[in-house]
């Protein structure tokens, strides 16, 4: 048996509706999700859950779910994502990021 792990590519995700950002104003509750790589496919969904605060301005918070091999099955992903330029970031290493 092979100790090796195989570890899986990570993804970057996009809205497949071009957008920047989507903020406490201008967001959807839903919105159907692609890999950086191919654009023109969804994958799966993103699921507005909350905002970043109360402001006009402040980033729509999604749980991303991304369908499985077979597309009946879903996965959602750990964690919580904001669109920052156009795609899907962690919301907690966004904050890290802001406090350095």
């Given at each position: 048996?092979?100790?090796?792990?195989?570890?899986?590519?990570?993804?970057?995700?996009?809205?497949?509706?071009?957008?920047?950002?989507a903020t406490l104003r201008h967001s959807l509750r839903r919105l159907e999700i692609a890999t950086i790589h191919t654009p023109d496919r969804a994958c799966g969904i993103a699921q507005r859950v909350g905002y970043t605060g109360g402001q006009d301005h402040d980033l729509a918070i999604y749980r991303l779910k991304v369908k499985g091999r077979?597309?009946?099955?879903?996965?959602?992903?750990?964690?919580?994502?904001?669109?920052?330029?156009?795609?899907?970031?962690?919301?907690?290493?966004r904050q890290q990021g802001k406090s350095r």
């Open positions: 048996m092979d100790s090796q792990q195989i570890v899986p590519l990570q993804q970057t995700y996009i809205p497949v509706i071009a957008m920047t950002s077979n597309s009946i099955s879903a996965i959602t992903l750990p964690g919580f994502y904001v669109i920052e330029n156009g795609i899907f970031v962690e919301y907690e290493q």
